[in-house]
């Protein structure tokens, strides 16, 4: 069985950092395309950004662009978005999936209703 589990999230004031992980579990794969999300209350899901399983190729949105990075761990299962520069705008449920259609050599989906495992999702909440 596939598991996605999340950590790190909180409480943060403006400009401060936080990291959240992500680090899939189960079978084996040779590769999938790991995506990050967020929702605030009231408003649609909204895609942040995705890595590939090796973590050679990036995307972002253009709304995080510069403040936010996506960046593989030691294992190639786990990765991270690193977020900086927050601002209460930032605040929601912070969420990773993955894409197990996704190769390599494969641009990672933006559309939530491409990823096939979702995390369980982290609030990061950020004070003025």
């Known amino acids: 069985q596939v598991r996605l589990v999340e950590s790190g999230g909180g409480l943060v004031q403006a400009g401060g950092s936080l990291r959240l992980s992500c680090t899939l579990s189960?079978?084996?794969?040779?590769?999938?395309?790991t995506g990050w999300f967020r929702q605030a209350p009231g408003k649609e899901r909204e895609f942040l950004g995705a890595?590939?399983?090796?973590?050679?190729?990036?995307y972002y949105a253009d709304s995080v662009k510069g403040r936010f990075t996506i960046a593989r761990g030691n294992g190639k299962n786990t990765k991270y978005l690193q977020m900086n520069d927050l601002k209460p705008e930032d605040t929601a449920v912070y969420s990773c999936?993955?894409?197990?259609?996704?190769?390599?050599?494969?641009?990672?989906?933006?559309?939530?209703?491409?990823?096939?495992?979702w995390g369980q999702g982290a609030q990061v909440t950020v004070s003025s």
């Open positions: 890595i590939t399983w090796s973590g050679e190729s990036t």
């Open positions: 189960g079978r084996a794969f040779s590769s999938y395309a």
């Open positions: 999936a993955a894409d197990m259609d996704s190769g390599e050599a494969s641009t990672p989906a933006h559309n939530a209703n491409e990823y096939d495992y």
